[in-house]
């Protein structure tokens, strides 16, 4: 499995919970990293990303900025993900991906996404 994610759970409203996401050691530890997540009934969602080369701009969705924070630790390739303040509207399952392609600007692809790991947030 590239991709082993971890950390998911059930909280309260206001709460916090922080996801990992350990990459196998085949997996480069200098590309674009992403969090994704999908609600139930919805479309799969950007959650945050982590440009890679050694470039490592964060980019956020306006819905978790100030309350989410992408990090990646290049020793262990493992990719973070500390979520504060949490809304029921966070609710969802959570992906992490590694390698993205690129069209232009904009990422087409990852090549390898993590088995997702679910958030609960109750009021």
């Known amino acids: 499995v590239p991709l082993v994610e971890s950390g998911g759970g059930s909280v309260q409203a206001g709460g916090s919970l922080s996801l990992s996401c350990q990459a196998s050691?085949?997996?480069?530890?200098?590309?674009?990293m992403a969090w994704y997540r999908q609600a139930s009934v919805k479309e799969r969602e950007m959650v945050s990303v982590?440009?890679?080369?050694?470039?490592?701009?964060?980019t956020y969705a306006d819905s978790v900025k100030g309350r989410f924070t992408i990090s990646h630790d290049e020793r262990r390739n493992t990719l973070f993900l500390q979520m504060s303040s949490l809304k029921t509207e966070d609710t969802a399952m959570y992906y992490c991906?590694?390698?993205?392609?690129?069209?232009?600007?904009?990422?087409?692809?990852?090549?390898?996404w993590g088995q997702g790991t679910q958030v609960t947030v109750s009021s």
């Open positions: 991906a590694f390698c993205a392609s690129y069209t232009g600007d904009k990422i087409s692809r990852f090549e390898y």
């Open positions: 050691g085949s997996i480069s530890n200098r590309c674009t």
């Open positions: 982590i440009r890679g080369q050694g470039d490592g701009t964060k």
